[in-house]
């Protein structure tokens, strides 16, 4: 059993950046890590993702360039740093955890957090 605790998330300016990190109890290293998000009124979507090694990551469209998906395995911890943000970017962040063949694909996922609030304003 794999618990998931995000934290970092806070209110920023446009422009700005944050780290967000997702602690797990339980062991990691063979899972595939995701970082997902909701913004009010939408549905959950896909912002990143890394294979159980570090070497493969994957983002969102509109994250890619300004956001940086990491892991310490040592550590049992994913982290997303994002840089220039941008007032769309306001969401609930949750990381998750699993074996997903498709990383974008949400059902995939076998844990997840309770996430962690990004709120991007002027």
């Known amino acids: 059993q794999v618990q998931l605790v995000e934290s970092g998330g806070e209110l920023v300016q446009i422009g700005g950046s944050l780290r967000l990190s997702c602690a797990a109890s339980g062991r990691i290293s063979e899972h595939a890590l995701g970082w997902w998000r909701r913004a009010a009124g939408k549905e959950r979507e896909f912002v990143a993702a890394?294979?159980?090694?570090?070497?493969?990551?994957n983002y969102a469209d509109s994250v890619k360039g300004r956001f940086t998906i990491s892991r310490d395995n040592a550590k049992n911890t994913v982290y997303l740093q994002m840089n220039s943000l941008k007032p769309e970017d306001t969401a609930v962040y949750y990381c998750a955890a699993g074996w997903p063949r498709n990383p974008n694909r949400e059902s995939e996922y076998v844990y997840w957090g309770q996430g962690t609030q990004v709120t991007v304003s002027s």
């Open positions: 890394i294979n159980w090694r570090g070497s493969i990551r």
